[in-house]
Structures are given as C-alpha cells and as structure tokens.
C-alpha cells in the first residue's frame, strides 16, 4: 500500500552481527519520522511514532477521495495569495478589475493581508467585519466580502484550503446592504429634469425612459441599432471607461445583447434627434483598451466603428463623470429634485473655475430611468417575463426581486380578503378585488335569475379565496 514512515535516525536493516540498527548520519537531526511514498502527497516529519502513524492514515483516506490538503499550503499569507496567485489569473473587464483591484488593494489586504490561509478563523471573520464596517457602508462591505469569498474559493480549489472558511463560519454573516425599493420618478419629474438638460442631451432621457437603457448602453447606442421598421432597437453595445480614462466598447452587462420594442412616439423623437444633431462617427477598441501583445488579442480587441447617437457639443463621445457632474446633476438641481451644498474650485492653467458641489443621491441617478421605465410597463400589465428579457436580466426573478412593488394592486387582493374576514357576519359579503367578484359584475341576468337572487337576500355564507384565486362557500344559515 502506498505510503510508509521512515526513520531517519536508524538504518532500515539491522547489522548482522549485532542485529541492531545502527545510526545514521542525520542521528539527532531535525524531526526523526517522516512519511514518505503517498502518491501527490508531499513527505512530512514528525518528532513521533504515533504522530507520523496517525497524519499518514488520516493523508491516505484524504488522498483516496481527493481531498487532501497539505497545510504547509495554506500557510501562505492571504496579501501574497492574492498577489501572486489569485489576481494575475482574473480576467476581468477593465471597467470592472479596477474598481475590484481598488477594494482588495484598499480594504482586504490592509485588514488581512497578514494573516496565513489556514489560519482564517471565525474570530478573524468577524474582526474582519467589524473593521470594514467601520470604513464603508453596507453596501461596499457587501461586494468586499464577495471578493474575499471569490479568493478563498480559490484557495479551496488551490487545495491551499480544505474549505472555505466564510461558508463553514455560519456563525459569522456577511454584510448586508440596507434594503431599499427602486425609485420611479413621476412625469412630472421626468419632463422637468429633461428641460433642464441641453437640447443635445434630452434624447439620453428618452432612451432611459422608452428602452430602460443602462447609462453606458445609452451613451454607446448607435444609429444602425434602430430598426424603425421591425419596430425594436438592438441593444448591442456599451461605452466604458477603465481606471486611466481610456475609452472602449464592450458587450452590455452579463454579456448579453438583446432587442427593445421601439414605440411610434419614441421613434419619432429618434428621426427629429438623427436630424438636429447627426451621429458621429467613433472608433473604439472592443473591450480592452490596452495595446494588444499576441495575435489573438489583436483579434479580440479589434476597434469598432459606429455611429454614436448621443454625443458632447464638440461631436466627442460622452465621459460619464464629466456628464453627470457638468448636465445631469445641474438638471436635477433646477427641476428641485437635488439641492446644491457647496462649492469648489478647479484650475486650468492661470484660471480658476467655480463649480456647485451637490448633495449625494444614487437614487436619481440616470439608472432611475431604467427604474421608471420598468414601473411603467408593470403599471401597464406588460409580462415579467417579456419586461426581463428586455431589461437584459438573466432570468424574470431578478426583474421580480427588483420591481415587484412596481406591480398594479400589489397586495390588495391579500388585503380585501382579509378584510372580508374581519367585518360581521351580516356584512360579509365578496371583496371587490375578488376574481368572483369581477366575474359576477358581468353577468347579463334574466329576470328568472334576478328573482332567485332576491330570494337568497338573507342567505348567510362563509366564504374564502383559496390560493389560485378560486372561491370556497360553506352555507351557515338560510
């Protein structure tokens, strides 16, 4: 069987003289047992016999299922982990590995970058945790501890780890992130803060509004993307920015391109927008904007033309950051939606210019369009599962978990019908919002009928709607 123990300090074979086993000359050297011969398994030393017996069991059984995990491995402090094993191997976007470099760099190394994979405990997690939570808000500590979940995955599967300590710590909760409904602006709102934007940039409130478009998906939408004759627009591309500033195109968010149903009046807002302000040509690389160093990122990152139709006044494609501080924030200021805190000043060159500082509102950021728009096909009675599809969600629960308070009558069936329970019994009658109820209102009756139902006037009954809208009747008293 695979797997023995050595001694190193006496030979193997006895003298045949003596028949004892002479010393060797590593005698008193280091540990005295080693395990040696187990396939995969890197040899180990112990000071004892039964110490070396008991590690070479446990190793062969780990070893036959595939699950051994030698912690020596794991001995590796999490900060060189992450920078030498796990990071050089993301793939990420640009867009996306920068903000994520800036988290772990900032806030996992500083607070445990010292401390070894193995020895990531509950006690760790959790002073962990609180540190963070004394840095960022909930939300922020919500994607940290994603990112550190992500490394120690790594390491499990590095078989650095034998488990990943934030799943096997029940004890300790990852942050979460207060619970906060999406916000739709009214008409009223929208129309305001779209006259306060320059007449170049008000088509970028009609894309939120009538395709729940994404910021960068607006911004990188294209004049060829509109099929006014099918009726949709095809939503194939987003404009990004990585960490330096450089622009790029990539796929939307999740990968995935999809086509939006194209209303007349929003089509026609397209042509009159096509022609007051003209598309401009733009050439991107497509999702990397680093210089390309092989073939196949030659291949991969092969620059794009389209024709941009949102655009800056000097016919430029639109830095986001510039945007929302310089137009839309301005616009939300003057429609009364955001309130102006202060001032501050930035040089250029020999001159000084004088900026508003606005106080902080994620919530009316441009991703409320999209927000308003998924509110306003709900309030319609339009489809989950058409609206997810739309929206580029990867399945019609996130479009629930998201919007489901956007739904009409949310909660009023449930509502009635408790109601009915709770009024006398020579008041009971069918809730309004009753599927019975609004099935009888469209009865034509004849006066045969009419008749028997005057007559069942004092018949007194116990009702209930059962799960699927259906009606259970008990007659208590005629």
């Not at 003289?17 to 047992?33: C, Q």
């Not at 993307?225 to 990539?250: I, M, N, S």
């Not at 026609?268 to 003209?278: K, V």
């Amino acid at each position: 069987m695979a797997g023995y123990i050595e001694d190193r300090w006496l030979k193997k074979r006895p003298d045949k003289e003596t028949g004892k086993r002479e010393r060797t000359a590593l005698y008193g050297k280091g540990l005295r047992y080693r395990v040696k011969g187990i396939p995969g398994v890197q040899d180990r030393s112990f000071a004892t016999s039964e110490d070396a017996k008991q590690w070479l069991a446990s190793a062969k059984t780990d070893s036959g299922r595939g699950e051994f995990v030698d912690p020596r491995d794991g001995s590796i402090l999490l900060c060189d982990y992450i920078e030498k094993h796990w990071w050089p191997g993301r793939t990420d976007e640009p867009s996306t590995a920068g903000p994520m470099r800036s988290r772990i760099w900032n806030h996992v190394i500083p607070l445990m970058g010292d401390v070894p994979l193995k020895d990531i405990d509950a006690s760790t997690l959790r002073t962990f945790k609180a540190a963070l939570l004394r840095r960022v808000e909930g939300s922020t500590a919500e994607v940290i501890w994603g990112h550190l979940t992500s490394v120690l995955n790594s390491a499990v599967d590095d078989k650095r780890l034998l488990r990943n300590p934030v799943k096997v710590h029940q004890s300790v909760k990852r942050p979460r992130r207060a619970e906060k409904k999406a916000k739709a602006w009214t008409r009223a709102i929208a129309d305001a803060v779209r006259s306060q934007l320059q007449e170049r940039y008000r088509f970028a409130v009609d894309l939120g509004l009538g395709l729940g478009l994404r910021q960068g998906e607006a911004f990188g939408l294209a004049e060829e993307d509109f099929d006014f004759e099918a009726g949709v627009v095809h939503v194939r591309r987003q404009l990004r920015w990585d960490t330096k500033g450089r622009p790029y195109f990539c796929l939307p968010k999740g990968g995935k391109t999809r086509e939006v149903p194209l209303s007349p009046n929003l089509a026609a807002h397209a042509r009159a927008h096509f022609r007051r302000f003209p598309p401009v040509e733009c050439t991107l690389p497509w999702r990397n904007p680093e210089a390309p160093t092989t073939a196949l990122e030659e291949k991969q990152r092969k620059p794009v033309t389209v024709m941009l139709v949102l655009t800056t006044s000097q016919g430029n494609r639109i830095y986001y950051r510039t945007w929302n501080e310089r137009s839309w924030k301005p616009a939300l200021a003057a429609a009364g939606v955001l309130k102006i805190v202060g001032e501050k000043e930035q040089r250029y060159g020999g001159r000084i210019r004088r900026y508003p500082v606005f106080e902080l509102s994620r919530s009316d950021m441009f991703h409320v369009l999209r927000h308003t728009y998924a509110s306003v096909q709900l309030e319609a009675g339009e489809s989950i599962v058409s609206l997810s599809a739309w929206l580029g969600h990867s399945s019609p629960k996130i479009t629930l978990d998201h919007y489901a308070h956007f739904m009409p009558g949310a909660g009023l069936r449930g509502l009635a019908a408790m109601d009915a329970w709770l009024e006398p019994d020579h008041q009971r009658k069918i809730p309004e919002k009753s599927l019975l109820a609004a099935w009888s209102a469209q009865l034509t009756m004849n006066p045969q009928v009419k008749d028997l139902i005057s007559m069942a006037g004092n018949v007194k009954v116990k009702y209930k709607e059962t799960a699927r809208g259906g009606l259970a009747v008990n007659i208590i008293e005629c």
